[in-house]
């Protein structure tokens, strides 16, 4: 890892936090995850800010929230000192044996007041590889 470099487990698990149920419908630890001006263009077209997506994620079926993601390649670059972007690809086998969904994702976690929050995310659907 190069001196600048940031310390990819720390974002990684970071990341996987807001994949876990306990977590995705817990309001508190969603906001404590988000920045104020957080914003997010969802892999279903829609555009969400912080309070939406709190909302949301806590009106996620149970079915639905326990679809956690496995997360491939997995990189995370710094942009500026308090800023990291992150990139991966996550994969979730849907419920009945269909197939899987795999999604390009990006996010960027900016070090408010001493400790990492996401500022953006995206979620791209793509063909399985």
Known sequence: M???APDAEVFRRLEQKLHRPEVRRSPDAVQALLADE?????SSGRVYDKASIIKALAEESMAEAALVPDVHDFVAREISSDLVLVTYRSSRNLPEGT?????LRSSIWKRIDGRWQMLFHQGTIVPPI
Do not use: L, Q, Y
Request: net charge neutral; aromatic share 16%; no cysteine.
């Open 2 to 4: 190069a001196a600048n």
């Open 38 to 42: 957080f914003i997010e263009f969802g």
């Open 99 to 103: 197939a899987a969904r795999t999604t």
